[in-house]
């Protein structure tokens, strides 16, 4: 007999779990400091209980056979919502799904996903539900049931493959979990995107997730050895091979779906023996700019290395102690198999030759698997990069946000003025100014990976403020050849921008291929493309 | 005013330029050698000219806007028809296409493919012609006219962008013809898949081409930054971009269509400075396995060097003059930026824990440029890779091929027993006896690419011999596990094998695509995908 797992209960209001939230306490100290440095007072609103809740009632309802692993109360129904935290909340959960399905099997997900068909319901996959950017939020209108289909219960690591190093995994198995998983075999995934925590395999695959490495393997798409997802005409499931020349690749086409062909269950990923050996390096530049040319020549010389980011003047300063006008290089390698000497001091000699500067002492060696960057700047950063303390500033009326993208080199340093400029302005005309730095997320031979951070200085503001800053920043980056993303998908929010930057003659393919594989269209709508 | 551009008259019945022809004494010396080989007396048939040739009429007629670059003599039919050596050179062009056009504006190509749609003639895109699966040969039926689209117009490097390694290439470029342009740069793309010389930029794409790199970056999926290609609905081009992750990647959908959903007329591809350092190293193995477990080692260090090119111990003794036991592993690093021995060194480290042999005065450093493999066994071997004396068995009735793959580690013994077993029996059975070897020609963390290549003993065979020898080793390749092709494309001989590899949702999906795209099904009929 299948049983529904318990899974840890997910926060309805900020990213991480229920018990990782903050005390009232905690939010109103928090409170009080933002609003002694504003000079201004702001209390953070009350927070709701799922229970008490009023929630448009389910418009449809689950039939017998599928009845056992269907949810329609409050919580599941509030959390499979949006991730709109100002919104969460103040209890603010207008287009609910009607249903949330767990299915325990494929045959289970089989059953679901042909109940949707069968009457036309939306059929919204769902991860972690980390997307920023509307990967899960159901349609407004043009259906009469609403079903999200939640795929924690296929949380397990079916197959190793130690030989080549591969796995077979689940689709639902959110990061740390997966980790679990493969660390008593002494191989990671390595596939670390900032929302691990909270984000899954499945999701990872659908919305071409950047994860750990930022040079080379950067997406998880290099990490895909073979697909298998469930579409409503049957499922669609790849060989098992290490590369093909067979046609299109069918993986290319099911990575990046956003939920709009398929359901993806499971895949073979490419894994990795836990590094041994490690190097790390953190270079100080004079400038942004010399901190820039030394990433380029760093990543032309091939080296590779799994870390290589860049961090700006004004990011070095509040997230690394620094002074504000030198940028910060850190650089790491790391290998289970040799020693990352030599290419460390190539990567920290080309950075030398550009104007960087660091004393070999700082080159940090490990050869005992040991973490290399917890000390001094790097260890300050990573701090800073891995999200903690989740929830404080929710409901406060700050406009916080990033935006990040991906641009050749030769146009980089224009394109960098030309964001900048719009997301300053913006700030400036809507939040009455704000804070801007940048740092480079991945960084390939022919361009970086910019990634901007900015905040309004003013609070009492809200999602249509961060929308104009945000839109303005977005325009900025499509009219300077940019993507409108790199890593965070597309979703509903990025629709716009998208639909301007993918090739016309792309968009009839794909909702051509939609529409053959979801005929009554009931998968993920308004993601990616519109009938 | 636009003036077709002489390009260099290619055989009509060898891999080549008709200026490389042999002539009919070299022929028969040939065929001498041959006879005195096999025991029996052969002789090679002589060479029709193309004048005397007697082909079906074309059908259709160009009307005047494109008439001046349509053409229908029978050197360019018969050129366009197929590459079968053995029928091309008894005279044999039963189907050719009715008109060769060569357009040299996108002006001129969408004229001609407009033409096309509207009188729903096949429209085949031509590169260099070398596709060894049928890849262009016209549709038997279905159709009241073909018109073979002849890029080779389109041969020049439009644009550097050396700051991003970057460089705006038209399609119809050739090998030679590219690298011509970039050298003077210092610059190279760094493909050379062994058809190099009598291949395509367009067709590299079209057909996802595997290139120089063993590992990483092997085929030519990974050098595309954009591509431009006409569709029967519009121009189809992607944004220059490092990397994004806006939905499923267009480019990775126009990469190995293989002309059915459009025509590439250019792409920017990545480019290399030209490398300055070399190392080369050639170690023996005691045995095949040792060989390949040393590959997989290598491989899975993330070492990453240019060449990686196992020779099973029959290779190694044809090939390199090597006693018929020891495989021998050809390992090599290059780079622009840095000396490269210490990648060499511990790659020849892991060869050497698994039983591989080199002295230490073997392995050969260069740091100006110079190629570093061309004494001794790694010598031998590159004479034998790069085709020469192409011709010379044209009409003897030999049957030679090759089969290539790609498959897992861990299943890679049990499948190379499996494939070698069936490929004998084959050859005994269809030509009685032969002979066999394998190389792998590209490795990853996951697998290898093996590269088999077989020989019937006896002459007097034709096109049904080989088909059945060819037969049985797909049907065991794919009932092994692996895939009909990692670097050869589809075409319309690999279709009953693709057919059963991909999965069927994927196929349903891309004959939506192609209906969206060319709804009248002109573009390069019965590859890929039937309607």
Known sequence: MVTTKKQPRRSLWMFGLESEEPTDEERRQHAQEVSQRLGVTIAP????????????????????????????????RALHSHRDWEMAVRGQFPNPPDIVAHPRTEEELERVLEWCCKHGYAAIPYGGGSSGVGGFTPPKEGYDGVVTIDMDQFDRVLEIDRTSRAARIQAGVFGPALEDQLRPHGLTLRHFPQSFAGSTLGGWIATRSGGHYATKDTHI???????????????????????????????????????????????????????????????????????????????????????????????????????????????????????????????????????????????????????????????????????????LATGLGLVTGTVETCITWERWPDFDVQVREALKKAL???????????????????????????????????????????????????????????????????????????????????????????????????VLIDP
């Open 45 to 76: 609103p009350p927070i709701p209980r799922a229970e008490d809740l009023h929630l448009r009632p389910p418009r449809i309802k689950p039939p017998d056979p599928i009845a056992e692993f269907c949810f329609s109360d409050n919580y599941e």
């Open 428 to 526: 400036q005309e809507v939040c009455g100014g704000g804070t801007l730095n940048c740092r480079f997320t991945h960084v390939y031979t022919d361009g970086p990976a910019p990634y901007y951070s900015f905040a309004g200085l003013n609070p009492g503001l809200g999602r249509e403020h961060w929308n104009a800053v945000k839109r303005a920043a977005s325009d900025a980056i499509l009219k300077a050849g940019g993507t409108i993303t790199h890593h965070h998908a597309v979703g509903r929010m990025h629709r716009p921008w998208y639909d301007r930057e993918r090739p016309e003659p792309f968009a009839q393919a794909l909702r051509a291929a939609k529409r053959a594989l979801d005929p009554k269209w009931v998968l993920n709508p308004g």
């Open 221 to 391: 798409d290099d990490f895909v050895e073979s697909v298998r997802m469930l579409t409503p005409v049957g499922w669609w499931e790849t060989r098992r091979l290490p590369a093909s020349g067979a046609g299109p690749s069918p993986d290319r086409l099911a990575i990046g779906s956003e939920g709009i062909l398929g359901i993806i269950t499971e895949a073979w990923m490419r894994i990795q023996v836990r590094p041994k050996y490690r190097a790390t390096a953190g270079v100080t530049f004079p400038s942004w700019e010399t901190g820039y040319e030394a990433t380029r020549q760093i990543v032309q010389a091939k080296l590779w290395p799994a870390n290589l980011r860049l961090l700006d003047p004004e990011l070095a300063r509040q997230a690394a102690g620094m002074d504000g006008t030198h940028a910060l290089l850190i650089i790491g390698f790391e290998s289970a198999e040799l020693p990352q000497e030599w290419p460390i001091r190539q990567a920290v000699g080309i950075a030398r030759g550009c104007g960087g500067h660091i004393d070999d002492s700082e080159i940090i060696l490990s050869d005992t698997g040991g973490y290399t960057g917890h000390r001094g700047a790097i260890g300050a950063w990573r701090d800073v990069f891995i999200p903690r303390g989740g929830g």
